[in-house]
């Protein structure tokens, strides 16, 4: 079915930044609709970012503004850009991927339950 390996993931000051890396096996010059995900302890996982083969993206209202979502089809890579981390981004953050397109009101999906494909997530850690 393929791969997905993230990268990027460590501990940031509270206002600082990281950037996410999802590699993967061809999912993005085939046209996988891609997304990100974090899981808080004690929380359910929720919807960051996602992104489709068009380049049309969507986010998640916390993060929008600060977060950019991209992808490389060339490289096959998917990329979060987080700027001005806070507190509460604290969370594994998982790469999801799915062979169809995922649109949910006319927008790329943010829900997990449309995506197939998952990475073994990448810890972030935010202090104050």
């Known amino acids: 079915q393929g791969q997905m390996v993230e990268s990027g993931g460590g501990s940031v000051q509270a206002g600082g930044s990281l950037n996410l890396s999802c590699t993967t096996s061809e999912f993005i010059s085939r046209g996988y609709s891609m997304a990100w995900f974090r899981q808080a302890p004690g929380k359910e996982r929720e919807g960051v970012a996602a992104?489709?083969?068009?380049?049309?993206?969507t986010y998640a209202d916390s993060v929008k503004g600060r977060f950019t979502i991209s992808q490389d089809k060339a490289k096959n890579t998917l990329d979060l850009q987080m700027n001005s981390l806070k507190p509460e981004a604290a969370a594994i953050y998982y790469c999801?991927?799915?062979?169809?397109?995922?649109?949910?009101?006319?927008?790329?999906?943010?829900?997990?339950?449309?995506?197939?494909?998952w990475g073994q997530g990448t810890q972030v850690t935010v202090s104050t």
């Open positions: 992104i489709i083969t068009l380049g049309t993206t």
């Open positions: 999801a991927a799915h062979p169809d397109l995922k649109l949910r009101n006319q927008v790329p999906s943010l829900f997990d339950y449309d995506y197939s494909i």
